[in-house]
């Protein structure tokens, strides 16, 4: 006969959990973890190429030993007195002036077509004009023409506007074709705004113009920060119109990149691949700094209330 004491034991529901449950659970966690560092390696292998070409002077650079760490410190020089750190002197003092020219396209070309696509986008989703949506469908339709088909007549139009082939005519063609893509964005955004703050904003008074200015215009952060990071992204990383429209004195980065490479005669590796650093280095730390901000920004809109 048991006797019971009045107090009972409570299992947690943790306790309760099979034990072949938590074991399906941790193999699942771990393969995750395996399957997760296996694509991070593999992501990472070029990157390692890349750092350990940059560092190895010209007589330590071959096919055979490209997986290989540097047989000298980057500070000491080989038989014919070059260094690895000579190989991002060399790739600095190449690319240092196209790297100021990039930033002057990138910067301008991000913030205008994305103040622009927003005001596009709020007019789109806020003002339901006649064949608003034939409009919106026909600015979209610059999203799916790719970059090669345009290519001809874009050359041909420069040619006869009497165009320079510099940064400026790259900074024009860079937001144009960056607004379909910044109008799509913010006029999903815009869409998730609550239609009451825009009835307040007419209750108060307030135009279209000093709505969008006052209301609209603060609360648009997220998507501008997508925006932003996109159009930078794309007009520093462009080649095809850098390569139509400017020339390697007047051009970006991409362009001088190539040049430092000597096309496809690479006769130094480690200054391309240092080369190759540098420039990747603008793009990589606009991600860092607002990489937490992109998803959140690209998921606005997406889900309405």
Known sequence: MSVTTGIERRTTPAARIPTAHKGRARIGRTAKYVLLVLFVVIVLMPVYVLVVTSLKPPS?????????LPSLWPWQADADGATGFGNWSDAWSTLAAPIGRTFLLAIPAALISAMLGSMNGFVLSRWKFPYAN?????????????????????VQMKTSLGMPSNIVTLLIVHIIYGLPICT????????GVPEELMEASRVDGAGMLASYWRIILPLSLPGFVVTI????????NDYLFALFLSDANQGPVSLSLVNLS????????????A?????????????????????GGLMSGSVKS
């Open 60 to 68: 330590d650079v071959s096919a055979v030993s490209s997986w290989a």
């Open 184 to 191: 799509l964005i913010f006029r999903n955004y815009y869409e």
């Open 275 to 295: 080369g190759a650093l540098i420039a990747s280095l603008p793009t990589l730390l606009v991600y860092i700094i607002l990489g937490k901000y992109f998803i």
């Open 134 to 154: 034939v409009v919106f469908t026909l600015i979209l339709f610059g999203m799916f023409i790719p970059y090669q088909a345009i290519m001809v007549p874009l």
């Open 262 to 273: 000597q096309g496809a005669q690479l006769s130094n590796y480690g200054a391309s691949m």
């Open 229 to 236: 990071i996109w159009q930078f992204t794309s007009a520093w």
